[in-house]
């Protein structure tokens, strides 16, 4: 299978924000790295993974308690 990189548009603002998000993505079988850009405006999240849809992703995101846009 081959690797997908999904990029969103979220509301993880801060390092609080990654912290609190960090158990939701980290224990998610089936992404293999991820990270946020909180230093733009549209706080960028990146994820890698083989496995998961889009959809997968964002309520991954929005069970951690973030908001999520395409």
Excluded: H, R
Aim: aromatic content about 8%; proline content about 3%; some cysteine.
């Amino acid at each position: 299978m081959s690797e997908k990189k999904y990029q969103f548009k979220t509301n993880i603002n801060c390092s609080g924000c990654v912290a609190a998000v960090k158990p939701f993505l980290d224990k998610a079988e089936g992404i293999q790295s991820w990270e946020v850009d909180t230093t733009i405006p549209d706080k960028i999240l990146t994820v890698v993974t083989e496995k998961l849809s889009e959809d997968d992703v964002k309520q991954i995101i929005e069970k951690a308690g973030y908001k999520v846009k395409e």
